[in-house]
């Protein structure tokens, strides 16, 4: 059974980071203290316990082919779990997104847990455009995982890998930030983040 005052507690400190995020340019702000102690660990016993669970598939590519070669692991979905509990979180922040990026229009459309394995890299891109907004959260901090790399004017901004932080990118317009894994996952390491996701209505 889902615990409705975690969830409760979680959606208002969400509110809370994303409120108070720092806004780097009009399509990406970098958000800290997402969620409290309780559900984040909460969800890392649930990855240790859930680590073989045939709920972890490859990840698929935009046509939802399943793409075997890539060392990438998604769980989308796992009733009556923190994985429920998280996507009631997410999906609270839907009127706080709609105030951030009014031109998005975003219908909600659930959570993503990404295991990524070692050797796991993806290179400069922009999101699906049927994306209209996301929130990237990491789940554990090491200095030797890769965080993500935004192209920001003639430069870039990196979003390090550290814990209970990450970042929200409004991906309505043209203008909508190229980003890329900084390096790839090294040897004997795991990448776990929870990425969540609005769609555009329109």
């Not at 958000?31 to 660990?41: K, Q």
């Not at 989308?76 to 509990?85: L, Q, S």
């Not at 990404?114 to 993806?122: K, L, T, V």
């Amino acid at each position: 059974m889902i615990d409705q005052a975690l969830i409760a507690e979680n959606s208002a400190t969400l509110v809370t980071a994303l409120e108070n995020s720092n806004k780097i340019n009009n399509r990406l702000n970098l958000v800290e203290s997402v969620f409290n102690d309780e559900i984040l660990s909460k969800l890392q016993q649930y990855l240790t316990d859930n680590y073989h669970s045939e709920n972890w598939i490859p990840e698929t590519n935009e046509h939802g082919v399943p793409m075997h070669d890539v060392p990438r692991y998604k769980l989308t979905w796992d009733a009556d779990t923190v994985i429920e509990e998280l996507h009631e979180v997410c999906a609270a922040a839907t009127p706080v997104l709609k105030k951030m990026y009014p031109n998005s229009f975003q219908t909600f459309n659930g959570i993503v847990v990404w295991r990524d394995h070692p050797g796991y890299y993806i290179d400069w891109h922009t999101d699906n455009p049927v994306i209209g907004a996301s929130l990237q959260i990491y789940l554990d901090s090491d200095e030797g995982i890769p965080g993500t790399e935004f192209a920001i004017d003639s430069g870039s901004l990196l979003v390090p890998f550290f814990k209970n932080t990450g970042y929200v990118v409004d991906h309505s317009g043209p203008d909508k930030p190229s980003h890329r894994i900084a390096h790839p996952v090294p040897a004997n390491a795991l990448r776990y983040s929870l990425f969540a996701l609005w769609y555009n209505s329109h």
